[in-house]
Nanobody, 121 residues
Framework: QVQLVESGGGLVQAGGSLRLSCAASGRTFSSYVMAWFRQAPGKEREFVANVWSSIYYADSVKGRFTISRDNAKSTVYLQMNSLKPEDTAVYYC?????????????????WGQGTQVTVSS
């Protein structure tokens, strides 16, 4: 069982930056595929980035967002730069025990409660 707690969301102007953190419980954090998803009002949850042996990004955030993990702290981060109003969403941290289909939310076993990111124009 893994519990995930996100933090770091908030309100920022377009062009600004935020860093999200996701702290995980459990003793096998390093074995999990970790990812960030986001969901805007009226839209489906979408993949943002994931990290395990490889790192993948959604095209919409490539070059602006950076995912990283600190296994010693059981924490995954999402550094978001050059934020745009269309990045406004609730951001969720997720963990998977299987490195398959890492862009699909259905393949993730554990989810955090989400943290709101709002980018004003």
């Amino acid at each position: 069982q893994v519990q995930l707690v996100e933090s770091g969301g908030g309100l920022v102007q377009a062009g600004g930056s935020l860093r999200l953190s996701c702290a995980a419980s459990g003793r096998t954090f390093s074995s999990y595929v970790m990812a960030w998803f986001r969901q805007a009002p009226g839209k489906e949850r979408e993949f943002v980035a994931n990290v395990w042996s490889s790192i993948y990004y959604a095209d919409s955030v490539k070059g602006r967002f950076t995912i990283s993990r600190d296994n010693a702290k059981s924490t995954v981060y999402l550094q978001m730069n050059s934020l745009k109003p269309e990045d406004t969403a609730v951001y969720y941290c997720a963990a998977s025990q299987r490195p398959l289909g890492v862009r699909a939310s259905i393949n993730y076993d554990y989810w955090g409660q989400g943290t709101q990111v709002t980018v004003s124009s």
